[in-house]
C-alpha cells in the first residue's frame, strides 16, 4: 500500500497490492449524494488502475461523531456500490463479500475498502 493519497474536494484515494481505500469527509442523510460526487473524483482526479474482472471483497464503514444519523446503510451502500463500479471493478455483481456499519469515530466520513479476492 502506498501512502500517497489522490485527492479533490472531500474524496481521496489510494491504493497497493489489490487494495482500494477511498475515504469521504463529512455525512450526510442522502446516499444519493455520495455517488456524483465519488464519480467526480475518479472522473477528474484519479490515475490509478483501472478495473478487472474476479471477485471482490467491500468493507464500508460509516464514522460518526454524537448521535449516529438516521441513514439505511443498505441505501448507502448501494449508492457507493454504484459510484465506485467502473474504477475499482467492472460490475458490482463481482462484490462476493460485503461488510456494511456505522460506528461511532473521530470524525464524520466514509471508509470504503476494496480488496481483490484471491
Not at 482526479?45 to 464514522?63: K, L, T
Not at 455483481?93 to 456494511?100: D, E, G, I, K, N
Request: no cysteine; glycine share 8%; aromatic share 12%.
Amino acid at each position: 500500500m502506498t501512502d500517497a493519497w489522490t485527492q479533490h474536494g472531500k474524496v481521496r484515494a489510494r491504493e497497493g497490492d489489490g487494495l482500494l481505500e477511498i475515504t469521504v469527509d463529512g455525512l450526510t442523510t442522502q446516499a444519493k449524494y455520495y455517488k456524483p460526487l465519488i464519480y467526480e473524483f475518479f472522473r477528474k482526479a484519479w490515475r490509478g488502475s483501472r478495473p478487472v474482472w474476479g471477485d471482490f471483497a467491500v468493507e464500508i464503514a460509516m464514522e460518526y461523531v454524537g448521535e449516529a444519523p438516521w441513514l439505511d446503510l443498505d441505501n448507502l451502500a448501494k449508492a457507493l456500490l454504484d459510484a465506485i463500479k467502473g474504477y475499482a471493478f467492472h460490475d458490482d455483481a463481482q462484490v462476493a463479500r460485503l461488510l456494511v456499519e456505522r460506528r461511532p469515530g473521530e470524525r464524520e466520513r466514509i471508509l470504503i475498502r476494496v480488496t481483490r479476492m484471491a
